[in-house]
């Protein structure tokens, strides 16, 4: 799961997004430059399978869809903030 997760770089980059309340793909793919609508859909898609965020789809004409972090995503997300501190405290 990490591997897979990591090895999508944009992944930290949704996880931060998700964090400023932008949770829209259209708003996620305008807010990042160099981010398309291709990768940020695989990355997502890669996230969902894992657990760590979840689609929520809205019956709405224009159709609206939006991602949240799952409370495992929010247990896998604090880990990965530790381990920012961690290698923080290592480069210092």
């Given at each position: ?12 980059t ?30 997502l898609?890669k ?43 290592m480069?210092?």
């Open positions: 799961m990490l591997e897979s997760v990591f090895r999508c770089k944009w992944s930290l949704v996880y931060q997004l998700l964090a400023e309340n932008i949770n829209r793909p259209g708003e996620m793919v305008r807010s990042v430059e160099g981010l398309s609508t291709k990768v940020l859909n695989d990355c898609r996230n969902i399978e894992f657990g760590i965020l979840k689609r929520i789809e809205y019956n709405e004409v224009p159709p609206k869809v939006e991602y949240v972090v799952t409370p495992l995503g929010e247990k896998f997300i604090r880990i990965l903030d530790q381990l920012k501190e961690l290698q923080g405290e480069n210092a």
